[in-house]
């Protein structure tokens, strides 16, 4: 069983930063992305951020490029998500997910992923 963990989240002001952590452990399995989403009240998750393990291509919604970095430490099999100019409108749950690398949808999409975290809430006040 495949677990992921994420850590980092919490109350700060708009203009600051939050460094997120997601930890994956259990058995060894083949990923081709992970990502971040994130989930308010009421709204369906949006995709933040993904990376492709192998290689380390990155990809970034639009709301957040040039604001957010994902990154990855393979030997340590995590993922991280450094968050830098945070506004109100950040506010949310933020998940860490990892795909099998067995379907086709986008890296984008929901749907791809097969492993999700427990999520972690960033909190941004104005």
């Known amino acids: 069983q495949v677990q992921l963990v994420e850590s980092g989240g919490g109350l700060v002001q708009a203009g600051g930063s939050l460094r997120l952590s997601c930890a994956a452990s259990?058995?060894?399995?083949?990923?081709?992305?992970m990502g971040w989403f994130r989930q308010v009240p009421g709204k369906e998750r949006e995709f933040v951020a993904a990376?492709?393990?192998?290689?380390?291509?990155?990809y970034y919604a639009d709301s957040v490029k040039g604001r957010f970095t994902i990154s990855r430490d393979i030997p340590k099999n995590m993922v991280y998500l450094q968050m830098n100019s945070l506004k109100p409108e950040d506010t949310a749950v933020y998940y860490c997910?990892?795909?099998?690398?067995?379907?086709?949808?986008?890296?984008?999409?929901?749907?791809?992923?097969?492993?999700w975290g427990q999520g972690t809430q960033v909190t941004v006040s104005s």
């Open positions: 997910a990892a795909d099998r690398g067995v379907n086709t949808m986008s890296y984008d999409d929901v749907g791809r992923y097969d492993y």
């Open positions: 259990g058995r060894t399995f083949s990923r081709l992305y």
């Open positions: 990376i492709r393990w192998s290689v380390g291509t990155t």
